[in-house]
């Protein structure tokens, strides 16, 4: 009985709903036959009240001296224009407001449209989502039922921009759990919240975006995420569609820039964002022929501070036009670095004369075998001399913060402005084999001159050193 009594119950429904639909309409029938008589006569009973109406309106008209009793046709007749215009207007109204709800629900292209709840939900599960980030839900409200369909408890939260009728709309969700959210901040493209990461105690701020389509528009969208990264002061990452490339290989058969390209590539750059590279795919947006790289995650420089080794991939876009983009902060190790000879090696005063001896007390050793020695030399030399060069620039301002205290007490000699200038000297040149070193080791190409801000090519160096990185063979 277990599998034919259960085909044979959904064939008796199949078979009984023409029946029971046939019974509804011709019950349907009757009723709409009666509606119809029914509004009829309401129809007339209405037009018979507006005539009586306009004409108390002119008799009165008449007796205050407002009008000559010769106008009374041209005025009725335009009052009663007016009225028709109204009904029909009523009309049309109701006729519109019955084919939405007559519209199926499948005809929903958001969220919860063709099998994307279904795709949404799985790839959750999948990758063990702790936030995930949502556009063009098309979706004015949401609710924290819909929400704990999609995360899968009801435990999670939550916030949303609505979107204008079937256009936009942006939804954001988080383990609680992971991330403890104390401020949110909206805009009508993007998204913000400003928490703490539970884990590790780290306080950040992640930003939803979803890019404008016309230049002006962007640059509002860059203004208002300016301000609000402004207004955080903390460690930022920006995430969605920016509807932009950042370079020319971002986008299928492209041979330049856009101003609009331009415009944005600026913003990533006095924001001193970090644009993590997509090493698993070149596109993330399809359509047709086409296809971009507009999707990303951007995050400053006290963010990678904090996760030197976090990346981003690309998995199948499935039922979307756009490839989902999935960040992880776990650490990664990688086979050891191999050997390269830095440039603030050749501030050193001794270096070339270490070289020069090392080199001769090899022999006659083969030239592969002596290189290797040698780099093992290297190795401990750059130790011995490079190693901590903050903490070398640290112990060389706390002498010159001893010197000035010293000063102020009435202690001086003639040995103290030669011990000032030695640190101040010791200084100089230790900033600058630091700053060498960090802007060797990223490689940035938007720095024609040096400055003091090695931080930021720490994290260059960073970056390049995520992309090459490789993860896996195929």
Not at 81 to 109: F, G, T, V
Not at 132 to 142: A, D
Not at 265 to 272: I, L, S
Not at 333 to 351: I, M, N, Q, V, Y
Request: proline share 2%; net charge positive.
């Amino acid at each position: 009985m277990g599998k034919d009594g259960t085909s044979g119950a959904q064939g008796n429904a199949v078979r009984d709903v023409p029946e029971v639909a046939a019974c509804g309409n011709a019950r349907g029938a009757g009723a709409g036959a009666r509606q119809g008589t029914v509004s009829h006569l309401e129809g007339e009973g209405t037009q018979k009240e507006q005539r009586q109406e306009n004409q108390a309106t002119w008799a009165l008209a008449v007796e205050s001296g407002a009008v000559l009793c010769d106008e009374e046709e041209d005025i009725m007749a335009i009052l009663q224009a007016q009225n028709e215009e109204i009904a029909a207007k009523k009309k049309l109204a109701k006729q519109k407001e019955k084919a939405r709800r007559s519209r199926p629900k499948n005809q929903n292209k958001g969220v919860e449209g063709d099998g994307k709840l279904s795709m949404l939900k799985s790839l959750k599960n999948k990758y063990n989502l702790n936030m995930l980030g949502l556009l063009e839900t098309k979706k004015e409200v949401i609710t924290k039922y819909e929400v704990a369909r999609l995360w899968g408890s009801s435990t999670a939260g939550w916030e949303f921009v609505e979107s204008a009728g079937m256009a936009g709309g942006l939804l954001l969700i988080w383990d609680e759990g992971v991330f403890q959210v104390d401020q949110r901040y909206k805009g009508e493209r993007w998204l913000c919240v400003e928490g703490v990461l539970t884990k590790t105690n780290f306080r950040c701020a992640f930003c939803l975006v979803y890019g404008a389509h016309g230049r002006e528009a962007k640059r509002e969208v860059w203004e208002e995420l300016s301000y609000v990264a402004g207004l955080c002061q903390i460690p930022f990452c920006f995430l969605g569609d920016f509807n932009e490339i950042l370079q020319v290989e971002d986008r299928k058969g492209a041979t330049s820039l856009m101003a609009s390209s331009e415009e944005f590539k600026e913003w990533v750059r006095d924001m001193q964002l970090i644009d993590l590279p997509l090493t698993d795919r070149k596109y993330t947006w399809f359509r047709g022929r086409s296809c971009s790289r507009i999707d990303r995650v951007m995050v400053n420089v006290e963010w990678t501070e904090v996760f030197p080794d976090i990346r981003i991939k690309g998995v199948p876009r499935g039922l979307s036009d756009h490839c989902p983009v999935i960040m992880e902060l776990t650490r990664v190790t990688g086979p050891p670095r191999p050997f390269r000879s830095l440039d603030a090696w050749f501030t050193h005063e001794g270096f070339l004369r270490m070289v020069k001896d090392e080199w001769r007390s090899l022999g006659e050793a083969q030239f592969p075998c002596k290189l290797r020695a040698l780099a093992i030399q290297l190795r401990q030399w750059h130790k011995d001399n490079f190693r901590d060069m903050d903490k070398r620039l640290v112990r060389f301002e706390e002498e010159l913060t001893k010197l000035d205290n010293s000063v102020s007490d009435g202690v001086y000699d003639g040995t103290t402005e030669a011990r000032r200038k030695a640190l101040v000297s010791f200084c100089s040149k230790w900033y600058i084999r630091k700053e060498m070193h960090w802007k060797q080791m990223s490689r940035s190409k938007h720095a024609a001159n040096m400055d003091r801000n090695t931080r930021y090519f720490h994290n260059i160096a960073l970056a390049r050193r995520r992309n090459n990185r490789i993860d896996a063979l195929i």
